[in-house]
């Protein structure tokens, strides 16, 4: 049976029937160019010259395609949707720089790839359990998990359902899920490095919660650096902090308060530098001329504090964009890298140290 023809004549088929739409590879061919670049000019992706954009819209006003959510479904018994997946509170989300420049990275991948993100916030285990019972009726094609915790249950949770997903990070060193993450133990190792060639010698540091592998290995780095300076380590210069700026502040203070004679800080996040500086202020200790102090992110947080915060940038967006990228291929079943990826880091060298 054929389908009735639409304008410019495309008659598109999904599974073998005529549906009477023009296809992607219709519009594409048309214009001269190939279907993923149909798909980046639809989703408005900036990745394209003028003169490419003006061939697809030329050749999409000609065949009369608009794109179809459901054709697609049937096409490939997809849903267009993924889940980015972040198990923390409002409050968190929109205070921390790294979770939006990790969304930013993701969306731009997904949107040349014609998926739209769904975002959630999984903050109990009644909202996880909800979340789970969401992804049983096969409303996303695949998951994106952002700020595990060691002990989460959710990435193997995903993985039963056979749903394909990524991580942001990971729970262990041994992490059987397909991950992207930065080299947290090299970010310490810097840090440190940088601290005791300025002549620092009492180094303290504010780590993440040891539940997280991100804090235990940036904790790694760090004593791999002392005892790489020839630096005897001393665990009165460690304080528990939690990646908010509350969380270094008290951990800040928690230091002081011990009377450690420190002239350093490595703080293991850029949000959390910003509450161990304030405190630092409050007490009469002027950075870096008192204390140094040097963060991770390299986060605008970094770049606005007073004075300007020397810190090891991990590539957050390009963290997003290839974890985006692994999940794509997981769900096309196309793998075409590696599952599970360390990005390097670099430090940035500013006033604070």
Same mark, same amino acid.
């Given at each position: 049976m054929s389908?009735d023809?639409v304008?410019?004549?495309?008659t598109?088929?999904v599974?073998?029937?005529?549906?009477?739409?023009?296809?992607?590879e219709?519009?594409?061919?048309?214009?001269?160019?190939g279907r993923?670049?149909?798909s980046?000019?639809?989703?408005?992706?900036?990745r394209?010259s003028?003169?490419?954009r003006?061939a697809?819209e030329?050749a999409?006003?000609?065949?009369?395609?608009?794109?179809?959510?459901?054709a697609r479904v049937?096409?490939?018994s997809r849903?267009?949707a993924v889940?980015?997946?972040i198990p923390?509170t409002?409050a968190?989300?929109?205070?921390?720089?790294?979770?939006?420049?990790?969304?930013r990275?993701?969306?731009?991948?997904l949107?040349?790839?014609e998926?739209?993100?769904?975002?959630?916030l999984?903050?109990?285990?009644?909202?996880?359990q909800r979340f789970?019972?969401?992804?049983?009726?096969?409303?996303?094609d695949g998951?994106l998990?952002?700020?595990?915790?060691?002990d989460?249950?959710l990435?193997?949770?995903?993985g039963?359902?056979g749903l394909?997903v990524?991580?942001?990070? %990971?729970?262990?060193?041994a992490e059987?899920?397909p991950y992207?993450d930065?080299?947290n133990i090299?970010?310490?190792?810097?840090?440190v490095?940088?601290l005791?060639? %300025?002549?620092?010698k009492r180094v303290?540091?504010?780590?993440?919660p040891?539940?997280?592998y991100?804090a235990?290995?940036?904790?790694g780095?760090?004593?791999a650096?002392l005892a790489?300076?020839?630096?005897?380590p001393d665990?009165?210069?460690?304080?528990?902090g939690?990646f908010?700026?509350?969380g270094?502040?008290r951990?800040m203070?928690?230091?002081?308060?011990?009377?450690?004679?420190?002239?350093?800080?490595?703080a293991a996040?850029?949000?959390?530098?910003?509450?161990?500086?304030g405190v630092?202020r409050?007490?009469?200790r %002027?950075?870096?001329?008192?204390?140094?102090?040097v963060?991770?992110d390299d986060?605008?947080v970094?770049?606005?504090m007073?004075?300007?915060?020397?810190s090891?940038?991990q590539?957050i967006?390009?963290?997003g964009r290839t974890?985006?990228r692994i999940l794509?291929?997981e769900i096309?079943?196309?793998?075409d890298?590696?599952?599970?990826?360390v990005?390097?880091t670099?430090l940035v060298?500013?006033?604070s140290c």
């Amino acid at each position: 049976m054929s389908g009735d023809v639409v304008p410019g004549g495309g008659t598109g088929e999904v599974n073998g029937r005529q549906t009477g739409r023009p296809t992607l590879e219709e519009v594409a061919a048309r214009a001269g160019v190939g279907r993923g670049t149909v798909s980046r000019v639809i989703n408005g992706s900036p990745r394209v010259s003028e003169r490419t954009r003006a061939a697809v819209e030329r050749a999409v006003a000609e065949l009369g395609y608009v794109p179809d959510q459901a054709a697609r479904v049937l096409a490939g018994s997809r849903t267009g949707a993924v889940a980015l997946v972040i198990p923390e509170t409002e409050a968190r989300l929109f205070a921390e720089p790294y979770f939006l420049d990790l969304m930013r990275g993701v969306s731009s991948e997904l949107a040349d790839a014609e998926k739209q993100l769904l975002l959630t916030l999984v903050r109990d285990e009644r909202e996880r359990q909800r979340f789970e019972q969401y992804l049983a009726s096969r409303r996303v094609d695949g998951v994106l998990l952002a700020s595990v915790h060691g002990d989460d249950p959710l990435p193997d949770r995903i993985g039963g359902l056979g749903l394909p997903v990524v991580m942001s990070g %990971r729970r262990s060193e041994a992490e059987p899920v397909p991950y992207v993450d930065s080299d947290n133990i090299g970010a310490g190792r810097a840090a440190v490095a940088h601290l005791v060639a %300025r002549g620092r010698k009492r180094v303290a540091t504010v780590t993440g919660p040891p539940d997280m592998y991100v804090a235990r290995a940036r904790l790694g780095g760090y004593r791999a650096g002392l005892a790489e300076a020839g630096l005897a380590p001393d665990e009165g210069l460690v304080a528990v902090g939690d990646f908010t700026e509350e969380g270094g502040r008290r951990a800040m203070r928690e230091l002081l308060e011990r009377g450690s004679d420190l002239d350093a800080v490595f703080a293991a996040s850029d949000v959390m530098a910003a509450g161990a500086r304030g405190v630092l202020r409050e007490a009469g200790r %002027r950075v870096p001329e008192d204390v140094a102090l040097v963060g991770v992110d390299d986060s605008p947080v970094a770049r606005l504090m007073d004075p300007p915060l020397t810190s090891v940038r991990q590539p957050i967006e390009e963290m997003g964009r290839t974890m985006a990228r692994i999940l794509l291929q997981e769900i096309a079943g196309t793998p075409d890298e590696p599952r599970r990826r360390v990005l390097p880091t670099e430090l940035v060298v500013r006033e604070s140290c």
